[in-house]
């Protein structure tokens, strides 16, 4: 029996690493740090933060949504549940109470979001264009450029890349050099795990050379290589 139990304890927290390795650190932390705001909310209000209720859980989405975007309420209350889920907690974000109140915010403050604007294909060259002169006064020692060469060229070839290629900014960092493969028509880069790859399945994004090669981000990448 006492063999049992033992079996039993391991096995809740191998499920629980588990439930934990389900999601990248970063969305962990994004986590957390939704779940702390609902805590001090519960703390400055007398109510239990875990586990909690639906009725709790409305209150705080109705505060919520005086400074908030809708789409900050649906980002904390998938927090909370997820919080309350590895904490062994059932939360039914789905009670009537939740759903109507956010049906009811929703038709109120609306849905619209204001995306950020990209930058454009001239906007992109002069960036580039800065980069090469602070690199050509880098070399002649001026004080006021005190960076690297190689930092210069490894900043270009990130900011060509990732106009290129669309890569998300955590995607860029975790490129490795064993990723990358030079080809006859530019680059093939592995992209091992990204916000839209959770499991890790992977996938290859592929570069072709550009005709202007101050501009190119396969002479940038093998320049900075």
Do not use: W
């Amino acid at each position: 029996m006492n063999d049992l139990v033992t079996d039993v304890k391991s096995l809740e927290l191998e499920t629980l690493k588990n439930l934990k390795s389900s999601k990248a650190n970063n969305t962990l932390r994004a986590y957390k740090a939704d779940f702390r705001d609902f805590a001090l909310f519960c703390q400055q209000n007398g109510f239990n933060s875990m586990p909690s209720e639906p009725k709790i859980i409305t209150l705080y989405l109705t505060h919520l949504s005086k400074s908030s975007k809708f789409s900050t309420l649906k980002r904390r209350l998938a927090s909370i549940s997820v919080i309350h889920k590895l904490n062994g907690h059932y939360l039914d974000t789905k009670h009537p109470i939740i759903t109507e109140n956010l049906l009811g915010i929703k038709r109120v403050k609306g849905t619209y979001q204001k995306g950020k604007k990209p930058i454009l294909i001239n906007e992109l060259k002069s960036i580039i264009n800065v980069m090469d002169e602070i690199k050509i006064k880098a070399k002649t020692g001026l004080v006021e450029y005190k960076v690297k060469s190689s930092e210069i060229k490894r900043d270009k070839a990130l900011i060509l890349l990732g106009f290129a290629g669309g890569f998300r900014r955590s995607e860029l960092v975790n490129i490795e050099h064993e990723d990358i493969e030079f080809v006859q028509e530019g680059v093939k880069i592995v992209i091992k795990r990204s916000k839209t790859d959770q499991s890790g399945e992977g996938t290859i994004k592929a570069i072709p050379y550009f005709d202007n090669e101050k501009y190119c981000p396969v002479k940038a990448l093998k320049n900075y290589i």
